[in-house]
C-alpha cells in the first residue's frame, strides 16, 4: 500500500496552531512571526504534525496508478 500524505507538514500544523500568522521558519527555528499570539514551541509543532500524520494513516485512501506516479514521479510510490 503506498502512502501519500497531503496534510501533513509544517504549514498545517501552524495553521491549526496559529490560524492565520505571518511566520517563516528555518532549520526547525521560527525565524519571524508577525502575530499578535505567541509563537508556538517546536515541541507544539512537532506534536500537531504527528497527530496529523497518525489521522492520516488512520484512513485507508487507495490511490491510482496514474495518481501514485503524479504524486511521487514513480509508479511503485518509491518517493513516498
Known amino acids: ?6 496534510l ?13 500568522a505571518r511566520w517563516e521558519i528555518s532549520n526547525n527555528v521560527i525565524t519571524k512571526w508577525e502575530d499578535y499570539r505567541d509563537q508556538p514551541t517546536w515541541e507544539e509543532i512537532q506534536t500537531t504534525m504527528e497527530k496529523i500524520k497518525e489521522f492520516e494513516d488512520s484512513i ?13 514521479g ?3 510510490g518509491a518517493l513516498c
Do not use: D, F
Open 1 to 6: 500500500m503506498v502512502k501519500i500524505y497531503q
Open 8 to 20: 501533513y507538514g509544517i504549514e498545517t500544523a501552524m495553521q491549526l496552531l496559529r490560524p492565520n
Open 60 to 72: 485507508p485512501t487507495v490511490w491510482s496508478p496514474s495518481q501514485i506516479k503524479e504524486y511521487t
Open 74 to 76: 514513480s509508479s511503485n
